[in-house]
């Protein structure tokens, strides 16, 4: 928990409550060091105290749609502190959700307040979106829990202060809360990531990790997996806004290019094949503004059908934002891929959006299942 | 309509293929995954207004149409006498 014991955080950030506050913040905060965050390889501390400045660790003081328009304008700028704020939104969620008073007490205000930073612990190395096939252990002691086994690609590991853990009990998969100064965790940093390159993953071992009876977060038993389909349909939803927000990034900086590079004497935007390619970014950012939309209402309504929208939103906005960077650094040519280019990490980003949380191949299992239910009815 | 009636309805609208009735344990019929369980949860919890505890999150509680309208029914009574 570093962020209180360093020097008092600079002045500037002001509080972000919506769209508007978010882009003035990602404007002034964001933009113009978000590549040099990725050729670091980290997000700085001094952007994480702006963002606990502005309330950004404390995501549940809004509603879901808002939510959904605060990590579009976020992943807007950059999506490692996106995938910082996913993560630590998931791991607030699921305390609210499902933790005792007990845990809460622990743990809510230092999160909202971004003292203490959650990360999300599910993936391992042979173990993906294919959660069933995890194999670390939760074994039931006679005074609590003791975690044993290796968790990968863990977003913001480097960093975090608790872990979310799933892991396997007797029974199912359960939910843990690790605190990251407990014996037995060690984490190790992984560098020089395709994507989301300052978003500091790390491989986190857990060696014999002893833990309380109140580790567990949630029920036990058959209802253990909702804890999961519950902090990765949250997650799903903060990737596809994310993703949106890349769409828009590249829209915007297309625009911009297009409109000042000249070829022949003429503007790029004047050319068809540019227009057209413009066109499909205002469209697919505007049709993935409205899905993700729909599914932070359905949240906000606490509608079983947001699970689906959710599934519909980050499906629909990976992809389009994979399609669109890549037509975003066309359009720049060789400067879009020189060292630096906005465009080029768009371009790496945006793939990584699809495969996290739920790779594309498994979201069209998912849609194509409910598909295949509904015409039968 | 009766919680048991909205609740079967909401179960074959999903699994439209599935012969449900109230005393059938939906578990036993293999359809049920941890996205459908969430779906019911939220689905209870939404239609009747009622937040299930941890500790009324077991499956004895969801098996059939009847044990879910029962918890319904338990739940609302809490809240009525809150």
């Not at chain 1, 950030?13 to 113009?32: K, L, M, N, W």
Request: hydrophobic letters at 45%; glycine letters at 10%; a negative charge.
């Amino acid at each position: 928990m570093t962020l209180t014991s360093t020097a008092p955080a600079p002045a500037g950030a002001a509080p972000v409550t919506g769209r508007s506050s978010a882009r003035a913040f990602v404007d002034t905060h964001v933009v113009p060091y978000a590549d040099a965050y990725d050729s670091s390889g980290r997000v700085p501390e001094d952007l994480l105290r702006r963002a606990a400045e502005a309330g950004l660790w404390d995501p549940l003081s809004m509603d879901m749609v808002t939510l959904g328009e605060v990590h579009e304008e976020v992943g807007r700028g950059c999506s490692s502190l996106r995938s910082l704020l996913t993560v630590h939104t998931m791991v607030s969620w699921t305390l609210r959700r499902w933790g005792t008073d007990a845990q809460r007490d622990r743990w809510s205000a230092p999160l909202a307040a971004g003292d203490a930073l959650g990360a999300f612990c599910l993936s391992e190395p042979g173990a993906g979106s294919d959660a069933a096939g995890i194999t670390t252990t939760a074994t039931q002691t006679g005074d609590g829990w003791v975690i044993d086994g290796v968790k990968t690609w863990t977003t913001g590991g480097q960093r975090a202060d608790v872990f979310l853990v799933f892991a396997r009990t007797a029974t199912s998969i359960g939910a843990f809360l690790v605190p990251r100064d407990t014996p037995g965790v060690t984490v190790t940093p992984i560098d020089d990531m395709l994507g989301t390159r300052a978003s500091m993953l790390a491989t986190i071992t857990f060696d014999g990790v002893a833990l309380g009876p109140d580790a567990l977060l949630g029920p036990s038993g058959f209802t253990a997996g909702m804890v999961l389909t519950g902090t990765l349909d949250l997650g799903r939803y903060s990737v596809a806004a994310g993703s949106l927000g890349i769409v828009q990034a590249c829209l915007e900086a297309s625009a911009g290019y297009a409109a000042r590079r000249e070829v022949g004497g003429r503007p790029l935007a004047e050319l068809p094949l540019i227009q057209a390619k413009l066109s499909d970014m205002v469209t697919d950012a505007r049709a993935a503004r409205l899905l993700v939309a729909e599914a932070g209402r359905l949240k906000d309504a606490g509608e079983s059908a947001t699970i689906m929208a959710t599934w519909v939103a980050k499906y629909f906005a990976s992809t389009a934002a994979a399609r669109h960077a890549s037509e975003a650094v066309q359009i720049h040519g060789a400067s879009g891929c020189a060292p630096g280019s906005p465009v080029a990490r768009f371009y790496r980003d945006a793939k990584v959006m699809e495969i996290i949380e739920g790779s594309n191949e498994v979201q069209r299992i998912t849609i194509a299942g409910q598909a295949e239910r509904e015409t039968t009815r | 309509m009766s919680s048991k009636t909205q609740i079967l309805d909401f179960i074959r609208g999903r699994y439209p293929q599935a012969e449900i009735d109230e005393s059938q344990d939906i578990f036993a019929l293999g359809f049920v995954n941890s996205l459908f369980a969430m779906e019911l949860v939220m689905f209870v919890e939404k239609t009747f207004g009622v937040t299930i505890p941890n500790e009324e999150l077991r499956i004895d509680n969801f098996r059939t149409a009847d044990a879910m309208s029962a918890l319904v029914a338990r739940l609302t009574s809490d809240l009525a006498v809150a």
